[in-house]
């Protein structure tokens, strides 16, 4: 039987380098700069949360907080990096999803520690795109030509990947699916013509839309987002009813001591909390939202489980 490893669908990986757990329990947690390792390219929506969080992090924990982009294969790259990261370590990353032939990791190579965003995703193309002044535009041009409407997205078993399968199944149709090794690097190709459409975050694409360059088409929202409230849901553009959103968290490879879980998760639900951080996160499209590890727990055994029927069904495959 085939196996397969989990793939990242979004998140940060957080850790802390060169500390013995003899040293954290002995010490007082953390004694040394931290590292925010984000698994997908810089201007994603990862990247954007992990941003908008180190700097109040850093005040709370008393210690240099720097961010680390380690990007490949839908975040993979990285969650494999932390994974195998000796329990000295502290990192976070995103639910997982069942991709890969080769099994770097699996579910409880992590520690949980919390939830950090939530992002409703949307449907964004060229302003200057005539083809497509809506939404139905786009899927009835989907539907006259068959696989050749290309749309790009994060990266195999994202978020983005996941809402681009099923935005298929619901609506019957068949896109030219592009990975990209995270968001930025497809919505520069959108802008610059080499893609019709990409399905991302809000938060990584509103700049882009706040400044002329894309158009919104659809949020896949039951709900009009707050901050793009002209741009309409995928019902009311299209009458389809579906709701995807990307979360991102913080996860620890396991062996984390239990009182500096504790730490971590007391020191990132203060730093979400702040309203720097909650207005930062909100003026892109963003909900920060912190939860206990056993409510990040059952998250991510939900998102595995969801990731193993899209496998299983042929809808993934596996690289």
Known sequence: MTKYALQALTGIFFTVLGMQIAQA??????SRSLTLVV???????????????APELSKILGQSVVVENKAGAGGSIGSTYVSRAEPRSYSSLPPIRCIHQVQPYKVDSFQPVTLAAISPLVI?????DKRFPDAKALFSSAKATPNTISVGHAGQGTSNHIAILRLEDVSHLSFNVIPYKGSAPGLTDLMGGQLDFVVDQITSSKPFVDAGTLRVLAVFSKERDPGLPDAP???????????????SGILAPPGLPASTLQILNAAFKKALDKPSVKG????????????????????LNQEYSSAQKLVQSGKIKAE
């Open 25 to 30: 329990q002995a010490q007082s947690f953390p």
């Open 39 to 53: 698994p997908f390219a810089p201007g994603g929506n990862v990247d954007v949360v992990a941003r908008a969080i």
């Open 124 to 128: 964004v193309v060229r302003k200057d």
């Open 233 to 247: 849901t995928l019902k009311e553009a299209a009458g389809i009813d579906l709701e995807v959103n990307t979360t």
């Open 280 to 299: 930062s996160l909100s003026s892109v499209g963003s909900i920060a939202l912190s939860s206990t590890p056993q409510e990040w727990t059952a998250m």
